[in-house]
C-alpha cells in the first residue's frame, strides 16, 4: 500500500462546477498535511496547509478526517486557472523531522 | 519572494558520467532537499540537509551523493550516471527545522535530466 493515496484523475469538469478530491495516508501519527499545486512542466507550490479543524482559502476547502486517514480538498465555482496537478503532501513521522511524502497526484482539467 | 535556482533546465549526459545538479536559495534557508519526480510515482526524496555540511538519506539515495559547504547551496552529484536516473530533479528549501510549523516548501523550477 502507498503511503499517500490520490485518485490520478483526470478530473474533467466545466467551469463553475465544484469538484473534490481526496488522499489517503496510511501512517496514522503523521501531524503535517499539505495540498501543492503543480502546473504542467512547472515546479509545484503550496496551494494549502491543512488544520485539523478544517480551512479554507477563498475558493478552495481543505478537511482532514483522522479516523479515516483522508485528507480533502474542495474547489468551488471552478476556473480554467484551476487546471493542474494537484498534489497531497503528508509528513512521515518515522522519518525524523522535515520528511515529506508527496502522493502521484490528481490531474484536474476545467473546460469551458 | 523566496528564489530557488537550478543551475541548468535541462541536461543530457552519457551512462557513466559524473554529474553535478547545482541549487541555490537566497533567503537564508536551514533546510535544503532533492527530489526526483517520475510519472505515477510522485515526488520522491533522494537527500536533505538541515545545516552546512549535514545531510541526511531520503528514501531513494542510491547512486546520489550531496554535498553543502555553504548555507545557500546545495549539489546533487551522480557518480556514475545511469539510464534509470533519467528523471525530472527538483530542489527546494525551508525556513525551518520541523513540520509543526507548516513553513511550505519552496522549489526550483527543476531540472529535466537525461542519461542516454
Known amino acids: 500500500r502507498k503511503e499517500v493515496e490520490q485518485d490520478p484523475g483526470p478530473f474533467n469538469v466545466p467551469e463553475g462546477a465544484t469538484v473534490a478530491f481526496n488522499c489517503t495516508y496510511s501512517n496514522s501519527a503523521s501531524q503535517s498535511f499539505f495540498w501543492y499545486r503543480q502546473d504542467c512542466r512547472k515546479e509545484p507550490k503550496l496551494l494549502m496547509s491543512?488544520?485539523?479543524s478544517g480551512n479554507e482559502d477563498g475558493r478552495f476547502t481543505a478537511q482532514l478526517n483522522r479516523a479515516s486517514q483522508y485528507i480533502s480538498l474542495l474547489i468551488r465555482d471552478s476556473k480554467l486557472s484551476d487546471s493542474a496537478t494537484y498534489l497531497c503532501?503528508?509528513?512521515?513521522?518515522?522519518?525524523?523531522?522535515?520528511?515529506?511524502?508527496f502522493g502521484a497526484g490528481t490531474r484536474l482539467a476545467v473546460h469551458p | 519572494d523566496v528564489k530557488v535556482t537550478q543551475s541548468s533546465r535541462y541536461l543530457v549526459k552519457r551512462t557513466g558520467e559524473k554529474v553535478f545538479l547545482e541549487c541555490v536559495q537566497d533567503m537564508d534557508h536551514e533546510n535544503m532537499f532533492w527530489y526526483r519526480q517520475d510519472p505515477g510515482l510522485g515526488l520522491r526524496l533522494i537527500y536533505f540537509?538541515?545545516?552546512?555540511?549535514?545531510?541526511e538519506k531520503g528514501d531513494i539515495p542510491e547512486g546520489y551523493s550531496v554535498s553543502r559547504e555553504k548555507k545557500e547551496r546545495f549539489s546533487l552529484i551522480l557518480e556514475s550516471a545511469s539510464t534509470n536516473q533519467t528523471s525530472m530533479y527538483l530542489c527546494?528549501?525551508?525556513?525551518?527545522?520541523?513540520?509543526?510549523?507548516?513553513?511550505?516548501?519552496?522549489f526550483g523550477n527543476g531540472t529535466r535530466l537525461t542519461v542516454t
Open positions: 527546494a528549501s525551508r525556513r525551518e527545522r520541523g513540520v509543526k510549523y507548516n513553513s511550505p516548501l519552496h
Open positions: 491543512v488544520y485539523s
Open positions: 540537509s538541515y545545516d552546512v555540511k549535514m545531510k
Open positions: 503532501v503528508v509528513n512521515d513521522p518515522s522519518g525524523g523531522y522535515n520528511k515529506l511524502i
